[in-house]
């Protein structure tokens, strides 16, 4: 058993969340001034609390127990997309703060310890994940040292202006990391709707995004009888529908899916439509059944282009693969919630993580606390105090049996 | 029978091309200095065709057979939407002008000839048909003085800068104006599809127009299953297919409708859209029916409503009431039609016409001749010229049979 403290754990929280404070949230975006200030606090932080700790090379914050030959790694993200949430990313890296300052104070002469970590840029102002993908060595910073970000900064200029530029690099070492364990609130509804506190993370679901761009012909909406008409908006509307109904088909019990925007060429209430542009995106933990929604988007395009009135062309914009979590880390958290009294439910991930990527590298794991009403990347994201608490005691309680 | 001068109406449509000619189209928004310049031109072709002809306080050009007591007026007009065809109204103005010519030149000493008339801005760069409301004595140009254009024009100093500011009111006379007759291109792709080469109007359709207002709430896309989203963007989509299923059973074999835009809030792939909008337009030539289509979308919105999930508001933008044609006039040009072997099909006009105005005054008919490719409203519209010429043929017989 680690003895962590809540109030000391949720004092910090709320300290860090003074940087860049938007109202109840946090403007935080990273190598901003505020992200920079906040990066320092806590490196601070891992210093007092007794771990040999840096700010690396991309900047992320990194503190290892010291004397130790093998360790757990815990992390997250400090920075926050514009205007967002004041736990998001936070609330893992602090978890880690804590799990290793109360372990440390155990005074536990033990060969494993915990590491902490904040990954910078895991939002992507520049490059999502960038920090846990140098960390893990997939790229090196100079790779992306161009890469500009939608106010035109450019990367290597910004960890220039933090100080971070050419500092060495933190990294992960197989032989002393055994596992990674990345808390997060749930940043959706499910555990609050099934009154669950602790998620245990299945997988992080591979997300693919294709654009579908109708032509047909501008008409005059008043003139021109419906049959000689070439509508690319109807046939946007009927190809939506029938997604849908396809998708409903198909699609596993976690699957989900989103119509994000559309636009209608050239848009006016007495011009029938010429072009139209629907932005779909679906996402699911298996690869098997991603390819099989995107089968049924490419037959419902075929209908489209059979009817031989209005083109139908489907471009993907983007493919993130599935990332599976390690079921027997899982199962250590699994067994520590119920421990704790609070029995967890398995559920994917709908968004992506820092652990999308260390999962590619080592056994991972991920635990959810509830977000209240669903909330997530805005200010009004928020968690009960008793389930912030809760979540660091079910993760010290993983950590200690994987660590014995 | 009134012998026209087929060679003579084509090289006048053609001289009247030149004015703002752009490409193989024409660029007349009225008022400027090529709508000026060609309304002094036509207001000469009439006074050299014999007709006492002025241009009145709005701009209308006004062209009298001297000499009698009763007439038929026919005409339309010669101004245009930015960058539209050389025909559009400019056709029935010219068939106008060469009947009239015809008819004086055969020194018929009749108490009944033909008055011609080029309405201004029937395309409403200032306000729709206002040359032909004026004529007809539902508004004074005192009444829409202030009115502005897109480019922040206002009309009293258009007209002042056009030099027709202050000038008497030509207006219709009950006692003089036995009928109105107004040709024009259809605009459409009926009469060419049906091979067909003059159309009688029966109505010029009402318009209704709705904007669709659902709201929902913005969720993450990944993280919020399918059963725990209020999804405006699926409402909006659903709901459309619904209307197009509705409208299809209730619509008239005439009616149309547009799903002119659509827009998404926030607009992101990743984000369940809390907000959507959608333009719908319905034309019909009958009141009943639009009354039915009006009553189809709100059922549609009854069910979005009643699933609780996302509202649906319908609020109405534009209703434009239909106007019919008279039937006995119709039917003279139909009997005119069969007369110049070409069989003429009745339509609606499903856009407006200064017919639709005059329509409310004296008794008038509206004839069509075919758009090659349907194309209005753009520098590619065009029609045949045997086809401008037996449209012409037509009117003239149509209006002989009418005098007679």
Redesign the interface.
């Known amino acids: 058993m680690i003895a962590i403290n809540g109030q000391r754990l949720v004092s910090d929280l709320k300290a860090l969340a003074r940087f860049g404070r938007v109202g109840t949230g946090v403007n935080r975006p990273v190598f901003t001034p505020d992200d920079v200030a906040s990066r320092h606090w806590l490196l601070e932080r891992m210093q007092d609390a007794g771990l040999d700790a840096v700010i690396d090379g991309i900047g992320n914050v990194y503190g290892r127990t010291p004397k130790v030959s093998r360790s757990v790694l815990i992390g997250s993200h400090t920075d926050s997309v514009p205007n967002g949430g004041w736990l998001d990313g936070a609330l893992g890296v602090l978890y880690g703060l804590e799990i290793a300052r109360a372990l440390i104070e155990a005074g536990d002469a033990s060969e494993s310890g915990v590491d902490v970590i904040s990954f910078a840029d895991e939002e992507g102002r520049f490059l999502g994940t960038v920090g846990s993908r140098v960390f893990c060595g997939e790229v090196v910073p100079a790779d992306c040292a161009g890469v500009l970000s939608a106010d035109g900064t450019i990367l290597a200029e910004a960890l220039e202006q933090a100080g971070f530029a050419g500092r060495p690099l933190a990294r992960l070492e197989p032989a002393r990391h055994q596992g990674y364990f990345e808390a997060h609130i749930?940043?959706?509804?499910?555990l609050e709707?099934e009154t669950k506190r602790i998620g245990v993370v299945t997988a992080i679901?591979g997300?693919r995004?294709a654009r579908v761009v109708f032509g047909g012909q501008a008409?005059?909406?008043?003139?021109?009888?419906?049959d000689?008409r070439r509508?690319a908006?109807?046939a946007l509307?009927?190809f939506?529908?029938d997604v849908?109904a396809r998708f409903r088909n198909v699609g596993s019990t976690?699957?989900?899916?989103?119509?994000?925007?559309?636009?209608?060429e050239p848009?006016?209430?007495?011009?029938?439509?010429s072009g139209a542009e629907l932005?779909i995106?679906f996402?699911d933990s298996s690869l098997g059944v991603l390819d099989r929604l995107e089968q049924a988007i490419a037959a419902a395009a075929e209908t489209v282009n059979e009817a031989d009135k209005v083109s139908c062309r489907v471009e993907p914009v983007m493919a993130l693969e599935p990332t599976a979590m390690d079921e027997a880390l899982g199962t250590v958290i699994e067994e520590a919630a119920e421990m704790c009294q609070a029995p967890a439910i398995w559920m994917p991930?709908?968004?992506?993580h820092d652990a999308m990527v260390l999962g590619r590298h080592l056994p991972t794991a991920m635990l959810f606390i509830p977000s209240i009403g669903?909330r997530?990347?805005d200010i009004a994201e928020d968690t009960d105090e008793a389930d912030i608490v809760l979540g660091a005691e079910v993760l010290a309680e993983a950590v200690a049996r994987f660590l014995a």
């Open positions: 749930e940043q959706g509804p499910r709707a679901v997300i995004r008409d005059h909406a008043g003139t021109t009888p419906m000689m509508d908006g109807s509307i009927e939506a529908h849908a976690d699957t989900v899916w989103n119509f994000g925007s559309i636009a209608f848009g006016a209430a007495n011009v029938v439509p932005m995106e996402r991930s709908g968004a992506g669903g997530s990347h």
